[in-house]
């Protein structure tokens, strides 16, 4: 029963909305201006192969795991895509943990164990986020797309 995670949270690159639109207004974009060439030579035809192409990544990436989140055993375990390593927060040295938003900016680039400013911060889409300080002061900003389940998962681990 203490291998099972109390919660578990998977979160893919391509999925976000404001990215995937973008993708696919420049996939839309390179179909509009081959539609317009008056004359089909071979750099027109390159536009259709490049708008297919982005239409064909952006599926790749909708699959494509970004980190998992697991609570599991008094500890999230963070792993992340391929080559990054796994990152594991002990939450008996957590003293404070809140909700909040990850970000008060419209467009964020998706992170991984980005160290900035005495934050730790883990991301992929979404607005909020779950706030963990620890002993030493360090803040792990930790995004997700179910922040009320994931806050109730840590105070219960926390408990134990």
């Given at each position: 029963m203490a291998?099972?995670?109390?919660?578990?949270?998977?979160?893919y690159?391509?999925?976000?909305w404001i990215?995937?639109?973008?993708r696919l207004?420049?996939a839309?974009i390179c179909f509009?201006?081959?539609?317009f060439t008056?004359?089909r030579e071979r750099?027109?035809?390159?536009?259709?192969?490049?708008?297919?192409?982005?239409?064909?990544?952006s599926?790749?990436?909708?699959f494509?795991?970004h980190?998992?989140t697991r609570?599991?055993n008094?500890?999230?375990l963070?792993d992340?895509?391929?080559?990054?390593?796994?990152?594991k927060?002990?939450?008996?040295?957590?003293v404070k943990v809140?909700?909040?938003?990850y970000?008060?900016?419209?467009f964020?680039n998706?992170?991984?164990?980005?160290?900035?400013?005495?934050?730790?911060?883990f991301?992929?889409a979404?607005?909020d986020?779950?706030?963990?300080?620890d002993r030493?002061?360090?803040v792990?900003?930790i995004?997700s797309?179910?922040?009320?389940?994931?806050?109730?998962?840590?105070?219960?681990?926390?408990k134990?």
């Open positions: 291998d099972k995670p109390v919660f578990t949270e998977k979160q690159l391509g999925r976000e990215p995937v639109t973008i207004m420049l839309l509009a201006v081959y539609f008056d004359e750099n027109g035809d390159l536009l259709v192969v490049v708008g297919f192409g982005i239409i064909i990544i599926m790749i990436m909708g494509m795991l980190f998992r609570v599991i008094k500890s999230i963070l992340g895509l391929w080559t990054s390593r796994l990152v927060i002990d939450l008996n040295s957590i809140e909700p909040g938003t970000s008060r900016y419209l964020n998706p992170v991984y164990n980005l160290h900035k400013k005495g934050t730790i911060r991301f992929t979404g607005n986020a779950v706030h963990l300080t030493d002061g360090l792990y900003i995004g797309a179910h922040c009320n389940e994931f806050l109730r998962a840590i105070k219960e681990e926390m134990k």
